[in-house]
């Protein structure tokens, strides 16, 4: 079982999980999910950006489900002025 469900993770690519990542953030945040954007990180996780927003999750696939739980976040962006 556990080969077909890292078959299965790997058969969905980055889109099935960052689409996933994108609609858990839309519904922990109430931001439109075409307003979320998705990075994958290390070790199955992934990074998403919103509504001046950021959260981490991590994916899985018990039994060949996707579950994305959240690590951080939702927090605001913090956006650092550039040195002059």
Not at 8 to 17: D, K, P, R, T, V
Not at 32 to 39: E, K, L, R
Not at 48 to 65: I, K, S, W
């Amino acid at each position: 079982m556990r080969r077909l469900s890292l078959l299965a993770f790997g058969l969905l690519g980055c889109s099935g999980l960052e689409g996933a990542v994108r609609d858990r953030m839309a519904a922990d945040t109430g931001c439109s999910a075409d307003d979320v954007h998705v990075s994958r990180l290390p070790a199955s996780a992934y990074r998403a950006v919103g509504c001046g927003r950021t959260a981490t999750y991590v994916c899985t696939l018990p039994d060949g489900v996707i579950a994305c739980s959240r690590e951080s976040g939702p927090e605001a962006v913090v956006q650092v002025p550039p040195d002059r």
